[in-house]
């Protein structure tokens, strides 16, 4: 069972950065791949922003994220980032953090979700 915690939402400026975190409690965790995905708007479906294997040697992105985000896991922190840069208004959504199987993950069929953080882009 793994449970996780985001956080570092807010309200920016474009072109700004934020950073996200999602804390992660369980034994499992350092052998489950972690990725995050967005919703921008009730009702919307989830939309894939990236994830992180969990050997740690691989990444994927979304394609209107790439280059732009980046993610990393801590193993020893039990602790994946989102680093957002050059945020748009088309950025403004919950985020979510999510972890399972890399398959599952990439796929948004994982088991384990955060609550979302709120990350919004208005000048």
């Known amino acids: 069972q793994v449970q996780l915690v985001e956080s570092g939402g807010g309200l920016v400026q474009p072109g700004e950065s934020l950073r996200l975190s999602c804390a992660a409690s369980?034994?499992?965790?350092?052998?489950?791949?972690m990725g995050w995905f967005r919703r921008t708007a009730p009702g919307k479906e989830r939309e894939f922003v990236a994830?992180?294997?969990?050997?740690?040697?691989?990444?994927y992105y979304g394609d209107s994220v790439r280059g732009r985000f980046f993610i990393s896991k801590d193993n020893a922190k039990n602790t994946a980032h989102l680093q957002m840069n050059s945020l748009k208004p088309e950025d403004t959504a919950v985020y979510y953090c999510?972890?399972?199987?890399?398959?599952?993950?990439?796929?948004?069929?994982?088991?384990?979700w955060g609550q979302g953080t709120q990350v919004t882009v208005s000048s």
């Open positions: 999510t972890a399972d199987l890399l398959n599952l993950v990439v796929t948004g069929m994982s088991r384990y």
């Open positions: 369980g034994r499992e965790f350092n052998t489950y791949s």
């Open positions: 994830a992180y294997n969990w050997t740690g040697d691989r990444a």
